[in-house]
């Protein structure tokens, strides 16, 4: 039996470009399923914690000065975190790419790994903070104290120490990777 040579190159090319279109395609698949987990997560804790969006829970009152500089104080404490955030990971970027391309046997290259991932957690936990103030706020009343509250607070919380443990990662990569002289 004589097998056609051309024919078997061809099979094994074709496996070869998809094998390649997996891989090159992989990170997009990975974005897309995280950011429809991510939305079904941030419904899923909405939907066990906060009345639905435009429900007035009782009398609407003006609010007080104090409660005013309260929700003004944690949204600019949530923008400065998003911020620092959002500028370590360019930095990151900045110090991983300088040269072209990542030396895989970096040391420590994991650190800068988990440092990247938990900054990244930070934002979003950032952006689901912001999403229950405002949400609180459509309700028309606003009591730190009250248990429709605590996912603010402790989405606030998510959101700070995920960021400082990322920024210990990141700076333990950077102290063993970046040399005087560099």
């Excluded at 895989?104 to 290259?109: A, M, Q, S, Y």
């Excluded at 689901?128 to 028309?140: E, H, K, P, R, S």
Aim: contains cysteine.
């Amino acid at each position: 039996m004589k097998i056609n040579k051309d024919y078997v190159e061809g099979d094994s090319m074709a496996r070869k470009s998809a094998a390649r279109l997996i891989r090159d395609s992989g990170f997009y698949i990975c974005a897309t399923v995280l950011a429809i987990a991510s939305w079904y997560i941030q419904g899923w804790i909405w939907s066990k914690s906060l009345p639905p969006p435009n429900t007035v829970l009782g009398t609407a009152t003006p609010f007080s000065d104090t409660i005013k500089q309260a929700v003004e104080a944690y949204l600019e404490v949530n923008q400065l975190l998003t911020t620092l955030a959002t500028t370590v990971l360019g930095a990151l970027g900045f110090v991983l790419f300088r040269r072209g391309a990542v030396n895989v046997r970096t040391p420590r290259l994991w650190a800068a790994v988990v440092g990247a991932l938990l900054v990244a957690v930070s934002i979003f936990f950032g952006y689901v903070a912001y999403n229950f103030m405002i949400a609180i706020l459509q309700t028309g009343s606003i009591d730190f104290a009250a248990p429709t509250s605590r996912p603010l607070i402790i989405s606030q919380q998510i959101h700070f120490y995920t960021f400082l443990v990322g920024i210990v990662f990141l700076t333990d990569f950077v102290f063993h990777n970046v040399r005087k002289g560099d």
